[in-house]
């Protein structure tokens, strides 16, 4: 009889596990679609039948991906209570919790998910945009990004990242590590726009115009670097290309 009973359960069990593994296909299938609703409708009861970390942080991230901030708070803090060793799971509700505007509790959430996997490149990437919305903490995620440029000397986000964290402090090392990002990977706009942001304000206005020059050609849209470089240009004679600037930064602006 004994027996019997621990077949069934084991019956039952695999029954509800291969119910939750055809959901999960069918939300990915929905997913590719482009159909939200119904894709984290299948995620969800995948979830349900099954609440393993992988079902868990599909719902979640399908959540977090159609803003449905939320309700992606509350899976991925009942999925971090239950695996708490789980980085993946810590970025997931790092970013959900940012999205809703807890700035402090996001960067608290994806220290511990860098601590816990230093080499997760997305809870680095993650950390670095959100540098600035905790002053508080700005040591501890300074302390990170240092480990990962230094885990990862090449990668140009990393050095990025850390270079950021480093201005106002260290305007110095803050440059040469944005020029090894740009030096990696020539196309990084942003890297450029910031290397011109350090030159202007050494009153170093036309290596100043080139990186910014360098930043709107690879990213027309980028409006800051546009509205600098017509600064710049009017600033140095140049009354045109100045008008053609700022016609450019008042379009990007209108358009957001």
């Given at each position: 009889m004994v027996i019997l009973l621990i077949a069934w359960v084991a019956?039952?069990?695999?029954?509800?596990?291969?119910?939750?593994?055809?959901?999960?296909?069918?939300?990915?299938?929905?997913?590719?679609?482009?159909?939200?609703?119904?894709?984290?409708?299948?995620?969800?009861?995948?979830a349900r039948l099954d609440p393993s970390e992988k079902n868990l942080f599909d719902l979640g991230s399908e959540l977090?991906?159609?803003?449905?901030?939320?309700?992606?708070?509350q899976i991925f803090s009942?999925?971090?209570?239950?695996?708490?060793?789980?980085?993946?799971?810590?970025?997931?509700?790092g970013v959900a919790q940012y999205s809703l505007g807890k700035y402090r509790e996001a960067v608290e959430t994806l220290c511990?998910?860098?601590?816990?996997?230093?080499?997760?490149?997305?809870?680095?990437?993650?950390?670095?945009?959100?540098?600035?919305?905790a002053p508080e903490l700005s040591q501890e995620v300074t302390k990170r990004l240092e480990r990962f440029a230094r885990l990862y000397p090449n990668n140009p986000?990393?050095?990025y990242y850390y270079a950021l964290s480093l201005r106002g402090h260290s305007d110095k090392q803050a440059k040469a590590l944005l020029l090894k990002s740009v030096t990696e990977d020539p196309a990084f706009a942003e890297a450029h726009y910031q290397l011109g942001l350090l030159d202007e304000?050494?009153?170093?206005?036309?290596?100043?115009?080139h990186e910014y020059e360098a930043a709107v050609r690879i990213r027309p849209d980028l409006a800051q670097a546009r509205y600098h470089l017509a600064?710049?240009?009017?600033?140095?004679g140049q009354p045109e290309l100045a008008r053609k600037e700022f016609r450019?930064?008042?379009a990007l602006k209108a358009a957001h």
């Open positions: 019956l039952f069990l695999l029954q509800e596990q291969e119910g939750a593994e055809a959901h999960h296909s069918r939300g990915d299938l929905e997913e590719r679609a482009g159909n939200f609703r119904e894709a984290a409708k299948e995620y969800e009861i995948a977090l991906k159609y803003h449905g901030y939320r309700q992606a708070l009942y999925a971090v209570d239950k695996w708490p060793e789980s980085a993946k799971l810590r970025v997931g509700l511990r998910a860098v601590d816990l996997d230093p080499k997760d490149t997305r809870a680095l990437g993650f950390l670095g945009k959100m540098y600035n919305v986000a990393a050095n304000s050494d009153g170093l206005s036309a290596t100043a115009i600064r710049l240009y009017e600033k140095n450019a930064f008042e």
